[in-house]
């Protein structure tokens, strides 16, 4: 199985490493956007390592980064990254 970044999460992972080079450096962003994209990869082998996120069917919610971020997605033939966000932003609803 394969996974895929779609819509929202290209924008999110640009964003990710945005911030990361104004705080560090271009250096801080590499390894994080490698270290988010890196557990994001486990999912190819076992996309059912990460629970049902309950706020929204179909959607499951996968903690990365130490807890740092979370990434939602959704099995289909592949697995669909639609959202990689903060663990302390506010939950995310069906119309993020």
Known sequence: MQVKFVGAAKLDLREIAKHYRDVGGNPLALRMIRLIRSEIGLLADNPKIAPPYELVAGIH???????????????????????????ERAPAAEAD
């Open 61 to 87: 919610r996968y903690v990365i980064a130490n807890g740092a971020y979370l990434a939602f997605y959704r099995e289909l033939a592949n697995v669909e990254v639609l959202h990689v966000r903060r663990s």
